[in-house]
């Protein structure tokens, strides 16, 4: 246990579906991250959050869509996907720029597009 | 901005035998420096740090790895591998307290194959 939890583990949708991916840290970070990890490529890093406010945005598809309520929730709204986003999507979290920077991962979902 | 390299793509080695996992990086001053396991299908988990001080660390599970400033190179090693140890490795790089970016950049990663 990484005090990073993500829920669904795994998912799989069709490409019209809407469906949201979900991740809480209770570490007290103030920075969360999603990453794309597919098969025989390196992780991708996709949004960066730093208390709350978006800092990074890797040219991300619009149909990737992140929303970060608080600091200790993020989310990844997916719709109309595409077969090649079948991937492992990982959120991390870490100490913002203040302190220490190692990233805590949660175990990752399992995204499926069929 | 800082990049991170690991020259190894796979890595086997027989169960006993010793191990050691490449990672060279770039940044203009001392960097964290960072190294992660991932099981299949599962998060990253991380090995061990290096902030600052003693340049070789330990970590868990029995691995240490070693800074070496002249040679941007962080290594990680074990003396006697074990088939649990095998997995995907990761070398990470973050700016350090002399400012940068904080995000941790990745390696691509090395494939540990253990034989029994």
């Known amino acids: 246990e990484t005090g990073v939890t993500q829920t669904p583990r795994h998912l799989v949708m069709g490409m019209t579906n809407k469906k949201s991916l979900k991740c809480e840290q209770h570490?007290?970070?103030?920075?969360m991250y999603w990453y794309k990890q597919s098969a025989k490529k390196p992780l991708e890093l996709m949004f960066v959050?730093?208390?709350?406010?978006?800092?990074e945005n890797n040219s991300v598809p619009s149909r990737f869509s992140p929303e970060c309520p608080n600091s200790s929730h993020l989310f990844l709204h997916l719709h109309t996907l595409q077969p090649e986003d079948s991937a492992l999507y990982l959120c991390?979290?870490?100490?913002?720029?203040?302190?220490?920077?190692?990233?805590?991962f949660g175990q990752g979902t399992r995204l499926t597009v069929v | 901005a800082q990049s991170v390299t690991q020259p190894d793509i796979h890595i086997t080695v027989s169960e006993g035998a010793s191990l050691e996992l490449r990672c060279n990086y770039s940044?203009?001053?001392?960097?964290?420096l960072f190294w992660y396991v991932q099981s299949p299908g599962q998060g990253l988990q991380l090995l061990l740090k290096?902030?600052?001080?003693?340049?070789l660390v330990q970590g868990i599970k029995g691995f240490e790895a070693e800074f070496k400033r002249s040679q941007s190179s962080f290594n990680l090693r074990k003396p006697s591998v074990h088939w649990s140890d095998a997995a995907e490795y990761f070398c990470?790089?973050?700016?350090?307290?002399?400012?940068?970016?904080?995000?941790?950049?990745f390696g691509r990663g090395t494939s540990l194959i253990v034989h029994p």
């Open positions: 290096y902030f600052s001080g003693d340049t």
């Open positions: 959050y730093s208390l709350e406010e978006r800092v």
């Open positions: 940044y203009g001053a001392t960097p964290y």
């Open positions: 570490l007290g970070h103030n920075a």
């Open positions: 991390a979290s870490s100490q913002d720029r203040a302190g220490r920077t190692e990233a805590f």
């Open positions: 990470a790089v973050a700016a350090g307290a002399s400012g940068g970016s904080y995000i941790p950049t």
